[in-house]
């Protein structure tokens, strides 16, 4: 059973920074895509970026995030990252950590077979 916990949410200014940390277990993911997700209230989840597990790992952010988010992993400790720097009110969601078992990256929230619980970023302005 794969299991995905989010973690590192919570409340930061405008122009700050937060660091998600998704730990993952269960099997082995060398040839599974990473991704991260929100949904803010009244909205639907939207792809936020995604990582391949293997290789060089390819990743692809949403147009949104791109220059000011950056996803990493550490294989070693079967943990994906989302380093979110300037931070903008908008940015406030839920986060969700999602696993794909394959090493093509999509974007589409049904590509994804496991998820984890979520963790909330609110951005204040």
């Known amino acids: 059973q794969v299991q995905l916990v989010e973690s590192g949410g919570g409340l930061v200014q405008a122009g700050g920074s937060l660091r998600l940390s998704c730990a993952a277990s269960g099997r082995t993911f060398s040839s599974y895509t990473m991704g991260w997700f929100r949904q803010a209230p009244g909205k639907e989840r939207e792809f936020v970026a995604a990582?391949?597990?293997?290789?060089?790992?390819?990743?692809y952010y949403a147009d949104s995030v791109k220059g000011r988010f950056t996803i990493s992993r550490d294989n070693a400790k079967n943990t994906v990252y989302l380093q979110m720097n300037s931070l903008k009110p908008e940015d406030t969601a839920v986060y969700y950590c999602?696993?794909?078992?394959?090493?093509?990256?999509?974007?589409?929230?049904?590509?994804?077979?496991?998820w984890g619980q979520g963790t909330q970023v609110t951005v204040s302005s």
């Open positions: 990582i391949s597990w293997n290789g060089g790992g390819s990743t």
């Open positions: 999602a696993a794909r078992p394959s090493i093509v990256i999509v974007t589409t929230s049904y590509g994804y077979d496991y």
